[in-house]
Every structure is written in structure tokens, then in C-alpha cells.
């Protein structure tokens, strides 16, 4: 049978940055939940859990996750429907407060506080909304009514004291003794029509029987990082030092012979709008020399700009035409560790435009490599500037 699927999440973590919610919908009474995606328009997987019961999602905090949910039991049967989470999360600290109140520590995240002695605090919301709470008791107001009463614990950790439903905007007011507030948490979520899917088995890829080649894989695209319509292998000869790595405007790249490691991979499928889509990892002889690759494409870039393209054997120009890439997220290598290009390469029938994010961390590089005939909307390009920022993440040891 297929798993059951429906529209039901619980807050399950809470804090100013991100709001994580249990899907308490999605179960299965024969082999388990084992696998929940939720993937973008182009198969890109925004988030993922293989947690056996009620999966959960992390939201940012105020930021909606919308997209296509996949959920698979451990046998293969699968349901897939759109869905949208929306979340609103009103921090303790952002209260108006009375009483002694002083942050509650790291047992609880940024944003909670905790009262000593009587303290009410007062937050203005609208909806049906979660009072988050730890420790403590109280009693929640809305007007002067209370309509609610939080049971005491003696447990540090988070907990949903109360729903309140307070329709247009209002203020809520908590009031008790010695109690820890985290915040009013709101979550709407609307889950589309499903339709059963089946799991495609994985793919196999006996080059990650390398050691080296299995290190290098860690940092650029995975087979979990699409949904199973891709394929993510190396390319031919991508495993090898024989093809180039830069090439960017034709330029002379004295760095390439310090290469000593390298795997390139490209993302594939069946309709896929990009005429390319990978990512290239390379390992130099020394931090020196993947220092000096970083170098000489500042200075490749510079002049391609500079000269609108480059002349090919012929002497013709193949013009690049180079946009102004503006919302460069945090969280991407610093300045001097990166070049970051968005250009149209070439005129006309062979016109393309490249998305090209080359990353440098130690004696590694990582590229990002997204190519497409129609060019790229600026949700587009802001889309792939957060992928950048997950393989920034994963050069620079930092989890993702």
C-alpha cells in the first residue's frame, strides 16, 4: 500500500532564525515513512528527511517552503503532491514585557527568554497561533480573557503550552512566575491533490569506490540533492586531468598543470530545460597554486569584460556579454576566494547564458556550472546563488 498523506503539521522547534515543523500527516502502517523530499520546479531538493515517523521540515523563519512534496515508504511506494508551508514566528524577546526577564539560554535558542519572579509579556498577532514554552507555568490572555492555562514542567525544553485562535490582529498576553517563553509560532500549510509515485532504484557509480574520487564527491552535486528523475555521474572523463577545468573566455590558465585531483559531474534528465548542469571539484598541489587559479580568472574575467568576449583562432570575436549578478547572499566563500559570473556567451542560434560560481577554500575549488539558451530570471539566478551557497557550505567542512 501507499503511504497516507495528509495536511497536518505540528511545531515541533522554534526560534528567531527557523521554525521546524513535524509532518504528523504523512505515515505508513506497513514498511514506515523512509524518505520525504520537498523539490522545486526544476527537481532540486529544498528539503529532505528520512526520519521514520512525523518527518520534519525546517522552515526559516517568515519565509514560505513551496514546492512538490514526495513522500516514499521503505518499500518504494510513494504519494506526490504540491504543497505550501507559510510561517510566522513572533520571538519572546520582541515582546513589550513586565517583570524581570533575562534570555533563557542556549537550551532554547535565540529569541526565548525567561522570567524570574512575576512577569506577563505581551505580543500582538493574528490567526491561530502555538505559545511556545519551556519550564514553568502560566496563563495565556487574549483582551482580558484568559483562554488559556499552561500546566507547569520542570523540563528544559520546548513545548506547545496552548493554541489560541485570535482571528484579526490582537494582543496576547502571558502571564506566570518563573516560566520561559520562546514565542507565538503560526503555520498554514495547503497540500494539493496526490497521486501514488513509485521510487526509482539508485543509480549506480563505481568511480565512488575511489577513496579520492568519494572525498572530492562530498563537496559538489550528490544524487540526493535532485529529485529521482535526475541522474548525477561523472562526466566522461570527468574523474581525469586530461579536460581543462577553467576555461572561461578561452583564457591561458597556467594553474591547470597544479591540478592533482579532479571530478566533474553533470546533473541530467529527460527534458531538462539546462543545456548544462554541473559541478567540478579540484584538488592543487598546494594552497599556493589554487591561489594563483583564483588569480588568473580575476584577471581572465577582467579583461573579457573589458574586451567584450575574446577573438578565436579565426581572430572572430565570440562576444560575452556579462550581467551585474546584485543580492550576492551571505555564506558564499569571502571576495577574494571567489569569481562569480553571470554572461551571455556568443550571439544569435549559439547564444547561451552561463551562470558560473567558482569557489576557493585551501587547495580546493569548487565550480557550479548552470547553462541554459533562454537566460535566467532573477529568481532564477537568486536560486542558484543559494545552491552556491550549500556548496560554500560543504568546501568550507561547514554541514549541508
Not at 67 to 87: M, P, Y
Not at 368 to 387: I, T
Amino acid at each position: 500500500a501507499h503511504p497516507v498523506v495528509t495536511n497536518s503539521f505540528v511545531v515541533s522547534n522554534a526560534n528567531a532564525n527557523e521554525v521546524t515543523v513535524a509532518w504528523k500527516g504523512a505515515t505508513d502502517a506497513g514498511a514506515g515513512i523512509c524518505q520525504v523530499n520537498v523539490v522545486d520546479e526544476d527537481g532540486l531538493v529544498l528539503q529532505a528527511s528520512s526520519a521514520k515517523n512525523a518527518p520534519a521540515l525546517k522552515l526559516a523563519s517568515g519565509v514560505a517552503l513551496t514546492g512538490t512534496a514526495q513522500v516514499f515508504d521503505c518499500v518504494g511506494n510513494g504519494q506526490s503532491g504540491d504543497l505550501s508551508i507559510t510561517n510566522t514566528f513572533v520571538a519572546a524577546d520582541k515582546s513589550s514585557k513586565t517583570g524581570k526577564w533575562s534570555a533563557a539560554g542556549a537550551a532554547y535558542g535565540a529569541g526565548a527568554i525567561k522570567c524570574v519572579g512575576k512577569c506577563t509579556a505581551s505580543l500582538t498577532v493574528a490567526g491561530k497561533n502555538e505559545v511556545l514554552v519551556g519550564a514553568g507555568a502560566a496563563t495565556v490572555a487574549v483582551g482580558n480573557k484568559t483562554v488559556a492555562t499552561i500546566a507547569d514542567s520542570k523540563v528544559a525544553k520546548l513545548r506547545i503550552g496552548a493554541t489560541v485562535d485570535v482571528g484579526s490582529k490582537k494582543v496576547v498576553r502571558i502571564s506566570g512566575s518563573n516560566f520561559v517563553l520562546i514565542g507565538l509560532a503560526s503555520v498554514t500549510s495547503t497540500l494539493g491533490t496526490l497521486k501514488e509515485i513509485e521510487r526509482a532504484p539508485a543509480i549506480s557509480d563505481p568511480s565512488l569506490s575511489d577513496e579520492k574520487q568519494a572525498k572530492l564527491a562530498k563537496l559538489g552535486f550528490r544524487a540526493e540533492d535532485f529529485s529521482q528523475e535526475w541522474t548525477v555521474l561523472p562526466m566522461g572523463g570527468g574523474t581525469k586531468l586530461d579536460d581543462p577545468s577553467l576555461d572561461l573566455c578561452n583564457g591561458t590558465y597556467l594553474s591547470e598543470k597544479e591540478r592533482v585531483e579532479r571530478r566533474q559531474v553533470a546533473a541530467t534528465k529527460v527534458g531538462s530545460t539546462f543545456a548544462f548542469l554541473s559541478t567540478e571539484v579540484v584538488k592543487y598541489s598546494s594552497v599556493a597554486a589554487a591561489t594563483a587559479a583564483q588569480k588568473e580568472l580575476v584577471k581572465v574575467v577582467a579583461q573579457c569584460q573589458n574586451e567584450k568576449g575574446y577573438k578565436d583562432a579565426t581572430g572572430a570575436l565570440i562576444p560575452y556579454d556579462f550581467k551585474t549578478l546584485r543580492n550576492i547572499p551571505s555564506g558564499v566563500v569571502s571576495d577574494g576566494n571567489r569569481v562569480f559570473v553571470h554572461t551571455v556567451i556568443d550571439s544569435g542560434e549559439r547564444a547561451r547564458t552561463l551562470l558560473g560560481f567558482y569557489q576557493f577554500n585551501g587547495d580546493t575549488f569548487t565550480g557550479l556550472y548552470v547553462l541554459n539558451a533562454e537566460g535566467f530570471s532573477d529568481a532564477q539566478v537568486d536560486k542558484w546563488l543559494k545552491v552556491a551557497v550549500t556548496m560554500a557550505n560543504r568546501l568550507l567542512g561547514k554541514s549541508a
